[in-house]
């Protein structure tokens, strides 16, 4: 187990790796030949600036060891194609999953990092066929592609997003199967909203496609919660719903608690 000790951060906290996986996850080593749960997500689980993250509440709550797999700009191919943290989450009682990015996936129109999922590598041919007259080579994360996407041609652009949808929900129930139980927490959008950001959240509807084991749970918020605006009182606001979702789920997952 590693240490992250920083000048520019208010929290200090030990970080871990499982088996031959690349990523550093927050927290300590989780013994996975017993029982635990899995918190999976993004920036928002990971909690880089937060002192007790809901993930870290939950575990204190319940009695239970939790692996924080916060991985920060991840979309599902970062954790579906790790066979280390698939294994990890297939031998959890319980996953609690904030859902992976949308967009931030290789699928028929663009290719992304293998672990910075946010980073746009190449077009694929379906994308340059789609946009012939479109310069790929400033495009070097998926938001600002699919920006320039949108203000190219909003026509085209339905052509991508239905495509992305679809893909980012095979995957999504590709990841779900590996569950035994599951509860997805998603965040109720707050404020105005364009198209970009619209794609970028994912819904509780899309949430729904899952699996018939994944339930779901909406927070409201008073603000919109990005990574770099998110408080303790939001990881507060999590855990406490998250925790009387476990309660009263339950009896219904034959979950001992």
């Known amino acids: 187990m590693s240490y992250i000790a920083t000048d520019i951060r208010p929290v200090d ?3 871990c790796q499982y088996g031959k996986s690349p990523f550093f996850l927050r927290g300590r080593k989780v013994r996975t030949n017993g029982r635990y749960w899995v918190c999976l997500g993004g920036q928002k689980t990971y909690a880089e600036d937060i002192v007790l993250p809901f993930s870290q509440q939950l575990e204190r709550r319940f009695g239970v060891p939790v692996v924080n797999m916060g991985i920060p700009y991840s979309g599902p191919d970062a954790v579906f194609d790790d066979k280390d943290l698939s294994t990890v989450i ?3 009682e319980m996953v609690i999953f904030e859902p992976l990015s949308m967009v931030n996936h290789t699928n028929p129109f663009y290719r992304v990092h293998p672990r910075r999922n946010d980073r746009f590598i190449c077009p694929m041919p379906a994308l340059t066929t789609l946009y012939p007259e479109m310069d790929f080579t400033d495009c070097h994360f998926t938001k600002h592609l699919l920006c320039k996407l949108l203000v190219c041609d909003p026509a085209r652009f339905e052509t991508v ?6 893909e980012w929900t095979i995957k999504m129930q590709r990841l779900a199967r590996l569950m035994r139980r599951a509860i997805a927490w998603s965040i109720a959008p707050a404020g105005s909203r364009t198209e970009i950001s619209d794609i970028l959240t994912v819904k509780t509807s899309d949430l729904e496609l899952l699996s018939s084991h994944v339930v779901c749970a909406d927070i409201k918020s008073h603000h919109a919660l990005f990574p770099e605006n998110i408080t303790q009182a939001d990881h507060n606001q999590i855990f406490d719903l998250l925790q009387h979702e476990i309660v009263r789920i339950s009896d219904d997952l034959a979950l001992e608690i």
């Open 161 to 166: 997003r239905d495509a992305l949808e679809h």
């Open 90 to 92: 297939s031998g959890a």
């Open 13 to 15: 906290f030990s970080i």
